[in-house]
């Protein structure tokens, strides 16, 4: 999974490279470059007999007539987006993230990425992904989220984050906090780095993204330090406004990755 405001997920690179190349909006060899940009070697088990390159891989799951990928990030009592109970979905649940690599007729493979580094800091080291394919049948339509849907709970989570955390009296436990929030409140910021979705996206679709992250980072500085509240309402009020941002990001993330061709 992404930190806040840090790299992607493997999973969504994938889905949204992937569309791009299954839509021939990007070639083949870019899509493996910006999924293994941070990686070794990515190697693809439960397609054939042998492991595949990454690149093989893919491809294998096109000629099996795969017509759409779709990124899951599911968490335990939010499991939108998976096809019911299996292995793809524990692996999806363990890992936080996954691929849903799908037929027209809902049909198809669920991958899953498993990160190992190996060797240490003295004498550096090299980080290897193994995605695991399981067959999967995704039955009725993509339930979402859709880009208009986490535009608008975007909107109005922030606001809501805003006023619970101010009357929490947020600057005085946390006063970065305060800060970065306003700022997502008062400034649409723009400028997304280039290479994290394809250029076929929607700028709707990149805003988003940029919001997402943003709000990722506010979360990321609110869950440092748990000090702060002074007593018991306090401490659950503010876990749960987390949990809420926790929700938002997620939800934005994939309703972005997931809107290449998909009408706004």
Do not use: K
Request: glycine letters at 10%; hydrophobic letters at 45%; one cysteine or more.
């Amino acid at each position: 999974m992404q930190t806040p405001g840090g790299t992607p997920p493997r999973s969504a690179l994938l889905a949204a490279w992937g569309n791009a190349w299954l839509a021939g909006d990007a070639a083949l060899t870019e899509l493996v470059a910006r999924v293994a940009a941070m990686d070794d070697d990515h190697t693809v088990a439960g397609l054939w007999v042998d492991d595949l390159p990454l690149e093989q891989a893919v491809a294998r799951l096109r000629a099996d007539a795969v017509v759409r990928l779709r990124l899951v990030l599911p968490v335990p009592g939010d499991l939108v987006g998976l096809p019911g109970p299996g292995p793809f979905t524990e692996a999806a649940l363990a890992a936080s993230e996954g691929v849903l690599a799908l037929r027209a007729d809902g049909s198809g493979t669920g991958l899953v990425p498993a990160v190992t580094a190996h060797g240490s800091v003295y004498d550096g080291t090299v980080t290897t992904v193994l995605w695991t394919a399981y067959e999967v049948t995704v039955p009725g339509p993509d339930p979402g989220p859709f880009l208009h849907d986490a535009e608008h709970d975007l909107r109005r989570g922030i606001l809501e984050c805003v006023e619970l955390l101010r009357d929490l009296d947020v600057a005085r436990w946390r006063p970065e906090v305060a800060g970065a929030l306003q700022d997502l409140r008062t400034q649409a910021r723009r400028g997304i780095e280039d290479d994290e979705l394809p250029g076929s996206y929607s700028p709707r679709a990149r805003q988003l993204l940029v919001q997402a992250r943003q709000l990722a980072g506010v979360l990321g500085l609110a869950t440092v330090d748990a000090g702060g509240a002074v007593d018991t309402r306090e401490t659950i009020e503010r876990e749960r406004a987390l949990r809420s941002l926790e929700h938002l990001v997620r939800r934005a993330r994939v309703a972005a990755y997931n809107s290449h061709g998909v009408p706004a």
